[in-house]
């Protein structure tokens, strides 16, 4: 059973930086994706960018190209999510998800195991 854990939350000022952490386990396959994605209140689950292990491949949503990067650890079991120049409309939950689909790792209705959020709130 793949279990994640997502940590690096917190109250950020517009502008500001900010990466979050992504502790996953207990994967059975050489291949997966591990994805972000987020929860602003009132609004439906959006994808935020993901990662694939074969080969290291990303994708980023368009309200986050340019501002945010994703990457892996040697063991590519820790994912980051490195932001920057957040705005307010960057708040939200932010969730870490994986699939063994990687090339779906995108997509939230691919995702099978979920971490439990962390809450980014961009405001001054």
């Known amino acids: 059973e793949v279990q994640l854990q997502a940590s690096g939350g917190g109250l950020v000022q517009p502008g500001g930086s900010l990466t979050l952490s992504c502790q996953a386990s207990?994967?059975?396959?050489?291949?997966?994706?591990i994805g972000w994605f987020r929860q602003a209140p009132g609004k439906e689950r959006e994808g935020v960018s993901c990662?694939?292990?074969?080969?290291?491949?990303?994708y980023y949503g368009d309200s986050v190209k340019g501002r945010f990067t994703i990457s892996s650890d040697s063991s590519k079991t820790t994912v980051y999510l490195q932001m920057s120049n957040l705005k307010p409309e960057d708040t939200g939950v932010y969730y870490c998800?994986?699939?063994?689909?990687?090339?779906?790792?995108?997509?939230?209705?691919?995702?099978?195991?979920w971490g439990k959020g962390t809450q980014v709130t961009v405001s001054s």
């Open positions: 998800a994986s699939t063994y689909g990687s090339r779906w790792c995108h997509l939230e209705a691919a995702m099978t195991s």
């Open positions: 207990g994967f059975s396959y050489d291949e997966y994706g």
């Open positions: 990662i694939r292990s074969e080969d290291g491949s990303t």
